[in-house]
């Protein structure tokens, strides 16, 4: 079973609009890291915020966690043709594995 | 630096037969951990190996297993396969042991279909 949902599933945006998606998840976790896949291949680490921290800033990326709520959310600020990808949501709850969400689609249209 | 390799790219299978997949981890990395990603979901965790040890495993079948070489390098092994092991296989690896809090660096994959 998965751990995290993102929302919403596929985003289609103009390029230099920016881009907001969102991580729920349903237990208790030491850190959420937010990861991106380009066409069915390897992940890319984009961000990791820990469970005491409320928001970090990464480039054009900005994370925010609410522990109470058990919620993230990505924003890709300006977005380019190049951010194009699936982004998926990982929870960190013990110390040994990873439990990513189902990954929301974004498109960015030139 | 190298980054993780994997390999093959690409693999076709028949029912009932068995796969080797294999990985190199970043240089330095003793932990590597293998994910399972079928089309159009997230990537499932598989197994941990730190120090050629098992140290977590998801909820596969007995016949997914792995092993971790002196050299850090790893195998998944994935006997009598059937047509829903068809997916990304995906390896990562890391400095520590904590999968959970470090981040991991994750190889292109390997494609396997099972006909």
């Known amino acids: 079973s998965q751990q995290g949902e993102e929302d919403p599933q596929a985003l289609s945006i103009q390029e230099g609009e920016n881009a907001t998606m969102n991580c729920s998840y349903k237990t208790s976790i030491n850190n959420l890291q937010w990861y991106r896949q380009n066409s069915g291949r390897g992940l890319v680490h984009l961000i990791l915020?820990?469970?005491?921290?409320r928001e970090k800033h990464s480039g054009r990326l900005r994370v925010t966690l609410d522990t109470s709520k058990k919620s993230s959310s990505l924003l890709i600020t300006a977005s380019r043709a190049a951010d194009t990808a699936s982004y998926f949501c990982?929870?960190?709850?013990?110390?040994?594995?990873?439990?990513f969400g189902a990954g929301t689609t974004v498109t960015v249209r030139a | 630096d190298a980054g993780v390799t994997q390999s093959p790219t690409h693999l076709i299978k028949t029912r009932g037969q068995h796969v080797t997949l294999r990985c190199s981890p970043i240089?330095?990395?003793?932990?590597v951990s293998w994910y399972q990603q079928v089309l159009g979901q997230g990537p499932q965790f598989i197994f941990q190996?730190?120090?050629?040890?098992?140290?977590g495993r998801g909820n596969f079948p007995d016949r997914f297993s792995a092993r971790q070489f002196p050299n850090y390098s790893s195998e998944l092994n994935v006997n009598a396969l059937l047509l829903g092991d068809s997916a990304l296989y995906l390896c990562a690896s890391r400095t520590g042991t904590s999968g959970g809090t470090y981040e991991q660096y994750f190889g292109p994959g390997t494609r396997l279909t099972v006909t």
């Open positions: 190996y730190y120090e050629k040890e098992e140290r």
């Open positions: 240089s330095g990395h003793k932990s």
């Open positions: 915020i820990r469970s005491n921290e």
């Open positions: 990982a929870t960190g709850i013990n110390d040994y594995k990873l439990s």
